[in-house]
């Protein structure tokens, strides 16, 4: 058999790096050792003061696009862009009739496109990394895909003509749950037919599996991400100040910047918390683990946002029980795919702070129960979320797109997207070599 060329794709983002992001960063080191050449393509210069240690290891070079619109950058662009893109030209109505940004972003990446001999470009988020993807894509007729999240598909600003032009155009879309599937096949028909769910995955040997003991001194309770809306830390705090009422010794490690520290760090004031709960800002990735390996209990407390902004299904999440952490959080998006009620954590109704200190005072009363739900969750971890498997079946989606030109494989070779190996059509990856029955389908 005819072995298929590793893929050349173009990663485009918004902000790389990003310190909220490094679902990311593992992404393309995992696309890296899966032997895929990546390049990476941002829209904007990172704004973060600190970046997790795993960023040192990619070797993607990275490019970042202008930022200033003057029309005679631009016009500068699109002249250098032509002598590598000959048919530039033919698309001038389509740039024009794109916002400025997206239009210049585009015509330099085509140009990069080319130069690189990239085959695949891959966005993240259906906004506007996605729109220069797709149009560059076009000036170029190369492939593209992007991941769909949650922020772009659930929050009120989200265009749902233009998203669904993207769905209908990119020749694959991942999204990370079941939930957001389903939900966009609902709500846009069959420009969403080509939507594959992906989960998000956990590199299981950078976080290995400990089973909870008898811990001396207070609980402790582990909440780690942004400190934003959508993640509930308010009703954590309001929870936790319930416990301490009720006589528990209780101390919370809180890790995550954002625009709602001010508020919070007043609440902890208010309910007299300022001795329990310690709000760390933000840490590297290895003191996030070991602060959430020592916990007693990981709280992931979503809540869907006066916006509709909502978690899609949290990486630290996914973290926190491959370390063994039992885990308590709330049915929003994807999470219940991951914490199944009284099988691999507790799950209590968003916006319900009662019910929340309960299911953290019964994880801590009843730590063999814990125990086992916890063990319940590595393996369901180890079943669907290695990111092992994550690189080869996204690889897959890449190699396909490229095969889809007709330019890359053989009828013998073809690695198909959309048709399972037992002749099924729609919701699953065929990964290996698809006509001959082989290989592992993901639905």
């Known amino acids: 058999m005819t072995t298929t060329p590793a893929p050349r794709v173009g990663y485009v983002l918004k902000m790389y790096p990003r310190f909220s992001e490094t679902f990311i960063v593992h992404e393309i ?42 029309a005679s950058l631009f016009w500068s662009a699109l002249q250098e862009a032509a002598r590598d893109v000959p048919t530039v030209a033919d698309h001038l109505d389509e740039l024009l009739a794109a916002p400025e940004d997206v239009a210049l972003a585009a015509v330099e990446l085509a140009g990069a496109v080319r130069r690189s001999r990239l085959e695949h470009l891959h966005a993240h988020f259906g906004s506007i990394a996605a729109d220069v993807a797709r149009l560059a894509a076009r000036l170029t007729g190369v492939t593209w895909s992007f991941t769909a999240h949650a922020k772009d598909i659930f929050h009120d600003e989200v265009d749902h003509a233009s998203l669904a032009t993207k769905l209908r155009e990119a020749h694959t879309t991942v999204t990370v749950s079941e939930f957001n599937r389903t939900h966009l096949r609902s709500t846009f028909g069959a420009d969403a037919d080509r939507v594959v769910r992906l989960y ?4 299981l040997t950078a976080f290995p599996f400990a089973a909870k003991g008898e811990t001396p001194g207070p609980s402790r309770i582990a909440a780690v991400g942004r400190l934003v809306e959508k993640k509930g830390f308010g009703d954590l705090l309001t929870a936790v100040a319930r416990l301490v009422a009720s006589g528990r010794d209780v101390r919370v490690d809180l890790v995550g910047t954002g625009p709602l520290e ?19 800002g933000a840490l590297p ?30 990486t630290v999440l996914l973290e926190a029980l491959a370390l063994g952490t039992p885990a308590v959080s709330t049915p ?54 290695d990111f092992r498997d994550h690189a080869r079946e996204l690889q897959v989606i890449f190699a ?20 399972c190996a037992d002749g099924g059509q729609g919701d699953r990856i065929a990964v290996g070599q698809c006509a001959g029955g082989g290989g592992r389908a993901v639905a």
């Open 400 to 419: 396909a797109a490229i095969a889809s030109q007709g330019d890359r494989t053989t009828e013998g070779d073809r690695i198909a997207v959309g048709q």
């Open 200 to 203: 998000n995955s956990v590199d």
């Open 332 to 385: 929003v998006t994807g999470i219940p795919e991951i914490v199944r009620h009284e099988e691999t954590g507790l799950l209590v109704p968003e916006a319900d702070a009662a019910a929340l200190g309960d299911a953290i005072a019964a994880t801590l009363d009843d730590p063999d129960a814990a125990a086992g739900r916890a063990r319940a969750a590595r393996a369901l971890l180890e079943a669907d979320f």
């Open 285 to 314: 990735q290895s003191r996030v683990r070991e602060i959430v390996a020592a916990a007693d209990v990981f709280a992931a407390p979503c809540v869907i946002g006066e916006d509709g902004n909502r978690d899609g299904l949290p």
């Open 262 to 280: 001010a508020t919070l760090r007043q609440q902890v004031g208010e309910l007299g918390l300022d001795d329990v709960v310690t709000m760390h």
């Open 29 to 70: 080191l995992q696309q890296e050792a899966a032997g895929t050449h990546v390049e990476v393509f941002s829209l904007r210069l990172p704004i973060d003061g600190r970046f997790h240690e795993a960023l040192a290891h990619v070797q993607a070079p990275v490019t970042y696009l202008s930022r200033e619109h003057k």
